[in-house]
């Protein structure tokens, strides 16, 4: 899909302020910025560790996620170069998650030295082909993932451990920063073009998974774990509607856009023709 002017230019605008906001007030430094010295091993859990072996499995996809990232966002500079920093301060997240797992002993080097090669075996794949639909399913993955940190933060915060309650106070922080970005790019795909906008969008809904699945060895039996995911309902009511809320839409527009949209693609294969949407 061609980018207009006017795009490139409100994208260039939106990553210069997203920029400008991380170097200014968001940096922190794994090491320096996290209280290490509090770090107490009698608050040594094994959900804790598979909370965190988890969470630190999704982010180590990086390489997978810049890669299918620039070759969608090269050619718009802002959305091109938000992947670059938001791949780097993701690259942050696993490397202190990584690093609490080994200071505090819940997983020896050679544990977590398995677990990355377990990772690094497979390839995380684009879920959605588009920009549009990607920057759908950045803005949901986004939101969703800053929740379930945020509840992490706050967990950590009653249970009085400073370190882990800094490490998901700093990486919420960041996914909050990274959902800012995409809900704004995707507020300029809704003000280019409304209804093609929310039937990509509905589609994004209807099929969303987190990055994890599939990937993360034993990925079913450690959402079982309190805290690794949020239910259904949750991502409903703490990602879908305040996402619909900022953007001006509504739950029923959605619904009926995704209905919509399937009563084109059945029209269109039932002409024998390719279903609309698949290169928006
Ligand atoms: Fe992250
Ligand atoms: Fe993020």
Redesign the pocket.
């Known amino acids: 899909m061609a980018v207009s002017a006017t795009t490139r230019e409100k994208t260039y605008r939106a990553y210069m302020e997203f920029f400008d906001k991380a170097e200014r007030n968001r940096r922190w430094h794994w090491l320096d910025d996290v209280p290490w010295d509090k770090l107490d091993t009698t608050k040594n859990r094994e959900e804790t560790a598979i909370c965190l072996e988890t969470f630190c499995g999704v982010e180590l996809y990086v390489p997978d996620y810049t890669a299918n990232g620039f070759n969608l966002t090269r050619e718009i500079f802002g959305h091109a170069w938000f992947q670059a920093n938001?791949g780097y301060?993701?690259s942050k997240h696993a490397l202190v998650f990584r690093e609490y797992l080994l200071r505090s002993g819940l997983r020896t080097l050679e544990q977590y030295d398995d677990y990355e090669a377990k990772i690094f075996a497979k390839k995380w794949h684009l879920p959605f082909p588009t920009r549009r639909r990607m920057t759908c399913y950045g803005a949901l993955q986004?939101l969703a993932?800053y929740q379930i940190y945020a509840n992490q933060r706050e967990k950590y915060k009653a249970e009085g451990n400073d370190v882990l309650h800094k490490i998901f106070f700093l990486v919420s922080r960041?996914?909050s920063a990274?959902y800012g970005f995409y809900r704004r790019v995707l507020q300029f795909f809704f003000e280019e073009d409304y209804d093609g906008t929310l039937a990509d969008l509905a589609h994004v809904v209807y099929h969303f998974r987190m990055p994890g699945v599939g990937l993360i060895p034993e990925y079913d039996d450690r959402l079982k774990t309190e805290g690794v995911g949020i239910t259904s309902q949750q991502f409903l009511s703490d990602a879908v509607l305040p996402m619909l809320r900022k953007l001006g839409t509504t739950r029923p527009d959605l619904v009926r856009a995704l209905r919509q949209k399937r009563l084109e693609e059945q029209a269109q294969s039932a002409a024998g023709g390719a279903p609309s949407g698949q290169a928006a």
């Open positions: 938001w301060e993701e986004e993932t960041d996914e990274h």
